[in-house]
């Protein structure tokens, strides 16, 4: 089984329209508020990602979460084509 979730960062969308579904209710949260949100630790390890390296380019990233030494460890690569083409 796979689990699939998607955190989409990105500034300058806050007056963008959100609409619900039966999946849930989606909302934009602020950077400053984002450590006190109940998430999993994958969605903690995107956030810090995205904070840390992904705010400063336009690279769509793909991450992998696995257990090292009991911890959460998450491993990153741009998107690319076969042919090497970002994304």
């Not at 849930?24 to 390890?45: K, M, N």
């Amino acid at each position: 089984m796979i689990n699939r979730r998607c955190c989409f960062c990105k500034s300058g969308l806050a007056d963008s329209t959100l609409i619900e579904s039966e999946e849930g209710r989606l909302l934009w949260v602020d950077r400053s508020a984002i450590a006190d949100q109940h998430v999993t630790a994958s969605t903690q390890e995107v956030m810090r990602h995205y904070l840390e390296t992904g705010i400063h380019n336009n690279h769509v990233y793909v991450g992998s979460l696995h257990s090292f030494h009991g911890e959460p460890a998450m491993g990153w690569n741009v998107l690319e084509d076969w042919e090497g083409n970002n994304l």
